[in-house]
T-cell receptor, first 110, second 116 residues
Framework: GQQLNQSPQSMFIQEGEDVSMNCTSS?????WLWYKQDPGEGPVLLIA?????ELTSNGRLTAQFGITRKDSFLNISASIPSDVGIYFC??????????FGTGTRLQVFP | GAGVSQSPRYKVAKRGQDVALRCDPI?????LFWYQQALGQGPEFLTY????????KSGLPSDRFFAERPEGSVSTLKIQRTQQEDSAVYLC??????????????FGSGTQLSVL
């Protein structure tokens, strides 16, 4: 099945550092979403983006909808231990099914 | 309950066995999705229901996979003659409107299927 490309695949950072990750697609979407998944749980929505160029924040998280509509970016500022988990992007065309990325695994060391 | 409930939480099957995975969506939610998540990968779409109607089954990998939602609430994903490549976490998600209305799309914790 189709999956979006996420990079980096994994990140190992120290508490307090900022984190950046991105997601790219070969096709356009009109919605970009970012989810976090903890071990043994389902994905939980962090941020939703609906317009090319849009920049949206949710606390320490900031995400951007790329102007080509084929990519998106997520930044986490001042990371803390509870940020540990797997971050997935997802693209959507109208209210169609979500297409997920391959995931970025984040590990935060104290 | 308050969230999407899936059962069993874990299922171990011998190759060739049939399995049935259950999803209880949030009460009143119209749309229901099944996703398959292989180890180290993102979720991949399997099928979508709007009430009892299965509107999209394009993601089902083979005719061994079958899903139903006969009364528009609980859904069952059935896998016949399981194979080792079916080993994955099966996630169910529901939302109150038609299609995947994002802020209101809620995932269950999944069923982890291991085929030996």
């Amino acid at each position: 099945g189709q999956q979006l490309n996420q990079s980096p695949q994994s990140m190992f950072i120290q508490e307090g550092e900022d984190v950046s990750m991105n997601c790219t697609s070969s096709s356009i979407f009109n919605t970009w979403l970012w989810y976090k998944q903890d071990p043994g749980e389902g994905p939980v929505l962090l941020i939703a983006l609906y317009k090319a160029g849009e920049l949206t924040s949710n606390g320490r998280l900031t995400a951007q909808f790329g102007i080509t509509r084929k990519d998106s970016f997520l930044n986490i500022s001042a990371s803390i231990p509870s940020d540990v988990g797997i971050y997935f992007c997802a693209g959507q065309l109208y209210t169609d099914k979500l297409i997920f990325g391959t995931g970025t695994r984040l590990q935060v060391f104290p | 309950g308050a969230g999407v409930s899936q059962s069993p939480r874990y299922k171990v099957a011998k190759r060739g066995q049939d399995v049935a995975l259950r999803c209880d969506p949030i009460s009143g939610h119209v749309s229901l999705f099944w996703y398959q998540q292989a180890l180290g990968q993102g979720p991949e779409f399997l099928t979508y229901f709007q009430n009892e109607a299965q509107l999209d089954k394009s993601g089902l990998p083979s005719d061994r996979f079958f899903a139903e939602r006969p009364e528009g609430s609980v859904s069952t994903l059935k896998i016949q003659r399981t194979q080792q490549e079916d080993s994955a976490v099966y996630l169910c998600a529901s939302s109150p409107g038609q299609g995947a209305t994002n802020e209101k799309l809620f995932f269950g914790s999944g069923t982890q299927l291991s085929v030996l």
